[in-house]
């Protein structure tokens, strides 16, 4: 690990994010984000999620610098006098959280099903494909809105923690498929290749040889697709959130914060929605300009 950071610095790669001020920028605010979530017990002035330091006559204060505003709470506080800028920050946590898990699960199956596919062919790689267009022919929120509302149906009094796992799996079922794709298409290159044809005369087991071989070819497109999908995979948790069918509002992601504020946005309280809808942009952005820059970094025609 000492000796990979150098040379992951000095590499085109590295040279090439020294000399991007948007992707440096965004790599900073990317980092900043997620550190106050995963640090929210440190970092956040108020606990909001602890009832016993609540206070409803703080309910709806605007933000600091307002008329009526607090030095106690800098960007106000919602309808139970929850300090919205330490909700951001846990709820950023519950939306990180949820929209990485959902990619990583989706690179492992979506990863799995592409070697597969791609180095078998035949019957797997039809039956595979026929599957990938199935779940592409039907809009992810769609499947994700069913398969987490079946969840609820299922488990009405499931704890928050399994009503967050049944909200990564329905993200993860609407995400396997491009990089199962993604992969295929890269295994059905790789596949007829001269290192591949001496391992296979060689006697190597065709397990081997997608795990040791094929598998660290195919992998550049796909943690370029991860990175932008982690933005995508925390938007859907916010929609599905924002819906009703995602984070319980015991513990609310940006989503159901959103949600939330929406009931008094028309009332003149818009910092209960503003800040948790501004807080999910830039946590999108930051991510998206990030896997922007990484596919134009590691693709060689721009070098």
């Given at each position: 690990m000492t000796s990979f950071l150098p040379r992951l610095w000095h590499s085109d790669v590295g040279y090439s994010f020294r000399t991007s001020p948007v992707a440096i920028g965004a790599a900073l605010v990317a980092l900043i984000c997620i550190f106050c979530s995963v640090f929210a017990g440190f970092v956040a002035p108020h606990n909001p999620f602890d009832l016993v330091?609540?206070?409803?006559?703080?309910?709806?204060?605007?933000?600091?610098?307002?008329?009526?505003?607090?030095?106690?709470?800098?960007?106000?506080?919602?309808?139970?006098?929850?300090?919205?800028?330490?909700?951001?920050?846990?709820?950023?946590?519950?939306?990180?959280?949820?929209?990485?898990?959902?990619?990583?699960?989706?690179?492992?199956?979506?990863?799995?099903?592409?070697?597969?596919?791609?180095?078998?062919?035949?019957?797997?790689?039809?039956?595979?494909?026929?599957?990938?267009?199935?779940?592409?022919?039907?809009?992810?929120?769609?499947?994700?809105?069913?398969?987490?509302?079946?969840?609820?149906?299922?488990?009405?009094?499931?704890?928050?923690?399994?009503?967050?796992?049944?909200?990564?799996v329905s993200i993860t079922l609407t995400g396997w498929v491009q990089y199962a794709r993604t992969v295929r298409g890269s295994t059905l290159v790789e596949r007829n290749k001269e290192y591949v044809q001496a391992a296979r005369v060689t006697g190597v087991a065709p397990l081997r040889i997608m795990r040791r071989h094929v598998l660290p070819n195919v992998m550049g497109p796909v943690m370029v697709l991860a990175t932008i999908q982690v933005a995508t995979a925390i938007i859907t948790e916010a929609t599905l959130s924002f819906l009703g069918v995602g984070a319980p509002p015991t513990s609310p992601s940006l989503g159901t914060l959103i949600r939330i504020g929406n009931d008094y946005l028309f009332s003149g309280e818009w910092w209960i929605t503003v800040f948790p809808g501004l807080m999910l942009v830039i946590i999108a952005l930051s991510v998206n300009l990030l896997g922007d820059w990484l596919r134009d970094a590691t693709n060689p025609r721009l070098r």
């Open positions: 330091t609540l206070e409803l006559s703080d309910a709806r204060l605007p933000p600091a610098w307002s008329t009526g505003g607090s030095s106690k709470y800098l960007l106000g506080t919602d309808d139970q006098g929850r300090d919205i800028l330490s909700a951001l920050m846990y709820g950023a946590r519950i939306s990180l959280a949820v929209g990485f898990s959902s990619v990583v699960l989706s690179v492992i199956i979506g990863v799995a099903l592409g070697l597969l596919a791609g180095f078998y062919g035949g019957w797997i790689d039809a039956a595979l494909m026929r599957l990938c267009d199935v779940m592409l022919s039907f809009p992810a929120i769609l499947v994700a809105l069913l398969i987490a509302g079946v969840g609820r149906v299922l488990f009405p009094n499931a704890q928050d923690s399994l009503a967050l796992v049944v909200l990564i």
